[in-house]
DNA sequence: AATATTATTCGTAATTTTGCGAACAATATT
DNA sequence: AATATTGTTCGCAAAATTACGAATAATATT
């Protein structure tokens, strides 16, 4: 047990990973991608849960900073957030950018 | 409330992010990445978490697919599943390669 | 002023996650 | 046979997640 902690990126990418963990939130992001409508009632109509919920998963996906929202009454305008979106593609691609390695020592 | 459901796809890509949505799983898989050891004693040993924990997340990685284990008497050996690996890398791909809307209706 | 529309917050319940130490299993070594 | 090494599983506790209906807030409309 190292007394290591872990890294910022570590960190910054497990809070992203976790906010597209549920079938939910991956449904908002791609609905907010393709972006046809993109406020609280469309969203809400797109999902097989009740609108507590889904204000709930807003708000998570909000927090972890992957969108935003914006009141234009008497909705609420939510949308991608660019440039944490960016941030994220980033650190993805390149996490699965690395290849796995192949030494015989490894299994398979 | 749509009486829908969500995706294989969504279902499929939030259980691979859930899975990398903790800093010590994320550190596990950069440490099979590197790849410069695989047992489990090495991968405890750079953890700030006890053993049984450690197990706890390797068993979530492995239950999502994203590595296998194999016993080489008396250790065990972890690596990266690679054909699951793979078909996340294009899911995330494919996912982050969208291209965010740029509509004037949406925020920003 | 009363009503309707839209979405968030509150209160609550059930489940899952995270983490640990102790107990256990399985094989090697003495 | 006793001991050491390596990891997993068990039992438990605390915290976080998921979900819902009801209550609330904030503005528009009648």
Redo the contacts between chains.
């Keep these: ?7 910022e990126e ?2 910054r ?3 992203f ?11 908002i ?2 609905f907010l ?3 046809e ?2 406020f609280f009632g469309d969203i ?8 507590a919920t889904v204000s709930q998963h807003l708000k998570e996906l909000k927090e972890a900073g992957l969108i ?3 009141i234009e009454t008497p909705k609420v ?4 957030n ?1 440039e944490n ?1 960016e941030l ?2 980033k650190m ?2 390149a ?2 950018g ?1 290849s ?2 192949k ?1 015989e ?4």
Aim: positive net charge; contains cysteine; proline residues 3%.
């Design positions: 047990m190292a007394n290591k902690n872990y890294t570590q960190e990418m497990a809070r990973a976790k906010a597209m963990g549920h079938p939910a939130r991956m449904a992001l791609e991608l393709r972006q409508t993109c809400h109509e797109e999902l097989p849960i009740a609108k935003q929202g914006e305008k939510y949308c991608i660019r979106w994220a593609r993805f691609s996490f699965f690395q796995v390695c030494k020592s490894c299994c398979g």
